[in-house]
């Protein structure tokens, strides 16, 4: 899931009218804040980034208060090990789930009209829906919004997490995942077939407004402006509370513990998350508060 990027999915996960309390933003001497939080336990620190999963090579170097956050770290956690997304089997396994079950196709799921729909909008962008009639509508819409990422010179290969990946193996830190690929999958499966054909439609016809959506994304973060994404996520996911909770709430709550657990240990740890988890109504930072715990901005 983290090499496959959507539109939502980038600009909420990778990305709520209820702000990070402003009494935890600390401002940097030369005034930078980042997407970067530190947490205090009795004998080690714990920091949390919010990544963007895919970027340009042209958006870094990244700011020096992130790599200082990564040299005091011991052991690195992101959302999923990207390490496991490197076995064949594993790349296997999820091409499968994304498949339709035998004798079902997208025309046959989508149905006549709103599959006409989606071929028109999907050539707009340069890409003929029907490589994808074999598989499951969010995996269209996903590889369509890939593409679409890549040919703004948006690369997996150099988000956030493949980049401190990178360093955390020639460094010899471990990397651990706070959920499984597997996990991530789904929570794309689970919406019903008929959910996934809107998602799909919905995603296409805002497939024009992405490059400019893309760079403000890039921009917010840059600066570390959580009302930037907890505006998008209000906007993104306030029609849809359901999916609103299933791919954010849920999961953030989920995270909590293993999170809060750190704080328990004697060594630094980095944890790198997708930066809607960190802005927003019940963001990891807002739990994180309800539970005590004094988050600071970088």
């Not at 933003?25 to 804040?33: L, S, T, Y």
């Not at 052991?75 to 997304?85: G, H, K, R, Y």
Request: glycine fraction near 6%.
């Amino acid at each position: 899931m983290q090499r496959v990027a959507i539109r939502r999915r980038l600009l909420a996960l990778c990305l709520a009218s209820v702000l990070v309390s402003t009494a935890a933003h600390a401002v940097d001497a030369d005034g930078a804040r980042h997407t970067l939080w530190e947490l205090h336990g009795k004998h080690n620190i714990v920091y949390l980034l919010g990544s963007i999963h895919v970027l340009r090579p042209s958006d870094y170097p990244l700011a020096p208060a992130v790599l200082d956050a990564y040299g005091n770290a011991k052991s690195i956690f992101m959302e999923v090990n990207l390490q496991e997304i490197d076995s064949q089997q594993i790349q296997m396994e999820l091409l499968a789930s994304a498949r339709l079950p035998e004798g079902k196709t997208l025309p046959d799921i989508m149905g006549k009209q709103r599959y006409a729909r989606a071929s028109a909008l999907a050539r707009e962008v340069g890409v003929d829906i029907s490589i994808f009639d074999a598989f499951a509508p969010w995996f269209a819409a996903e590889s369509i919004s890939q593409l679409q990422l890549q040919q703004l010179g948006f690369l997996p290969s150099s988000g956030v997490e493949t980049f401190f990946l990178e360093h955390a193996r020639s460094d010899g830190k471990s990397v651990a995942g706070l959920e499984t690929v597997h996990e991530q999958i789904a929570l794309f499966a689970a919406l019903s077939l008929d959910a996934q054909a809107d998602y799909l439609i919905s995603s296409l016809e805002e497939a024009h407004e992405l490059p400019k959506e893309v760079n403000d994304m890039v921009h917010a973060w840059q600066h570390g402006d959580t009302a930037w994404f907890a505006g998008q996520l209000k906007t993104e996911f306030g029609r849809d509370p359901k999916l609103y909770q299933s791919l954010l709430v849920t999961r953030n709550r989920k995270w909590l513990p293993k999170i809060e657990a750190l704080l328990n240990d004697d060594k630094n740890y980095l944890v790198i998350v997708g930066a809607g988890h960190l802005a927003g109504q019940d963001s990891v930072i807002e739990l994180l508060e309800k539970d005590g715990v004094v988050a600071t901005q970088r």
